[in-house]
């Protein structure tokens, strides 16, 4: 199962995944050690609402499986990573294509290291813009995940 962690080969499963690849959202980048990524949402008549702006569910589905994603492919199977709660602020209408980057510091990594360490749940937030093509926010994404070491792997 180590292969499907190859960040190579998640990006193109991620892609065909049919709630990504039938919405018009890709991967565009995903870094070899899961710390960086780049999504995009790409405009086509059936992801436009009533209005001709990016639909709503589109946008926040570009986000959904991400962070859990990166934290796996960061941590391993050691971990559970699972997303807890989400909300979406939408700033203006999306228009054309649109982009979300997501990134994995080192220090959120030790901070949820050192937060699980003994086994306990962790709760980390990220929050992901949602970029149109010149640059401006078009929403804002709050996710916020589970983290807990399998029950294998914890202390006594």
């Keep these: 199962m180590k292969w499907l962690f190859k960040s190579a080969v998640m990006r193109r499963l991620i892609n065909c995944w049919p709630p990504f690849f039938f919405s018009g959202i890709k991967i565009v980048k995903l870094d070899q050690d899961y710390r960086y990524c780049k999504v995009e949402l790409k ?10 702006s990016q639909y709503g569910g589109s946008m926040f589905s570009m986000t959904d499986p991400i962070y859990p994603l990166m934290l796996m ?33 080192e220090d959120r990594l030790q901070q949820i290291s050192q937060a699980t360490a003994e086994g306990e749940k962790y709760f980390p937030q990220f929050r992901i813009d949602i970029k149109d093509d010149k640059g ?21």
Excluded at 43 to 52: A, G, L, Y
Excluded at 141 to 151: D, E, G, I, M, P
């Design 136 to 156: 401006n926010v078009v929403c804002e994404v709050l996710r916020t995940l589970y983290v807990r070491k399998k029950s294998q792997y914890r202390p006594n």
């Design 73 to 105: 492919g960061v941590l391993g199977n050691k971990y559970f990573v699972w997303d807890r709660q989400a909300e979406i602020n939408f700033l203006q209408p999306g228009k054309g294509k649109l982009f979300a980057e997501f990134y994995l510091t």
């Design 43 to 52: 405009s086509r008549p059936w992801t436009k609402n009533i209005n001709r």
